[in-house]
């Protein structure tokens, strides 16, 4: 199992930009993808962006060239660079690490994004 905890959220104006950070623990750091997830009210949750133990990385089609996903080995931490935020952003934020059946199987508790007009 992996400890997640997540950070960098807040309240932002439409077009600004925030970092938001996931910092684990527990299962070997360099050995799963890490993910994130946002949930809006009244939505489902929905894949945002994810980062494989190789780095290489995927986004969904509303984070493409807004959104960059890295992460930092020494620091056991993954990020989320979000720009050019819009309303439609305003969600909790969650990060989740994948096991080796390629399911999200440790969650965060989230941290909250809220964009205004």
């Known amino acids: 199992q992996v400890q997640l905890v997540e950070s960098g959220g807040g309240l932002v104006q439409a077009g600004g930009s925030l970092r938001l950070s996931c910092t684990t623990s527990g299962r070997a750091y360099n050995t799963y993808t890490l993910g994130w997830f946002r949930q809006a009210p009244g939505k489902e949750r929905e894949f945002v962006a994810a980062?494989?133990?190789?780095?290489?990385?995927y986004y969904a089609e509303s984070a493409k060239g807004r959104f960059t996903v890295s992460r930092d080995g020494a620091k056991n931490t993954v990020y989320l660079q979000m720009n050019s935020l819009k309303p439609d952003d305003t969600a909790v934020y969650y990060c989740?690490?994948?096991?080796?059946?390629?399911?999200?199987?440790?969650w965060g508790q989230g941290t909250q994004v809220t964009v205004s007009s």
């Open positions: 989740a690490a994948m096991n080796t059946y390629f399911q999200y199987d440790s």
């Open positions: 980062i494989s133990s190789s780095g290489g990385t």
